[in-house]
Nanobody
Framework: VQLQASGGGLVQAGGSLRLSCAAS????????IGWFRQAPTKEREFVAA????????YAADSVRGRFTISRDNAKNTVYLQMNSLKPEDTAAYSC??????????????????????WGQGTHVTVSS
């Protein structure tokens, strides 16, 4: 599966952005999707994940209540709605995919090693 993230940009603190992760190549609903981010000089960190069906989601503590992950399998796209943005949300955001096996909880898929397929990132800059 091939992935492409988009939707990044410059926004003021308190503002909102919606990122998109478009997929091609395989049956999209067979894949769990995760969002990760990497700020300058920091390690990549998990942001949120969604199951292939879209029925199950999980978000990191740092973004829970502000960011919402969703998907439209008919459009082969996963979204990350980011509200109440903070300067510390500034990072390159990437989406990643993992083939969905029965019984795997998306809450357990929080490391880079959990996702074999990666797309290029999109940059988000939040000004104070």
């Amino acid at each position: 599966v091939q992935l492409q993230a988009s939707g990044g940009g410059l926004v003021q603190a308190g503002g909102s952005l919606r990122l998109s992760c478009a997929a091609s190549g395989r049956t999209f609903s067979n894949y769990h999707i995760g969002w990760f981010r990497q700020a300058p000089t920091k390690e990549r960190e998990f942001v949120a994940a969604i199951s292939g069906s879209g029925r199950s989601t999980y978000a990191a503590d740092s973004v829970r209540g502000r960011f919402t992950i969703s998907r439209d399998n008919a459009k082969n796209t996963v979204y990350l709605q980011m509200n109440s943005l903070k300067p510390e949300d500034t990072a390159a955001y990437s989406c990643a995919a993992r083939f969905s096996l029965g019984g795997t909880r998306v809450a357990d898929l929080q490391t880079e090693a959990d996702y074999p397929y990666w797309g290029q990132g999109t940059h988000v800059t939040v000004s104070s």
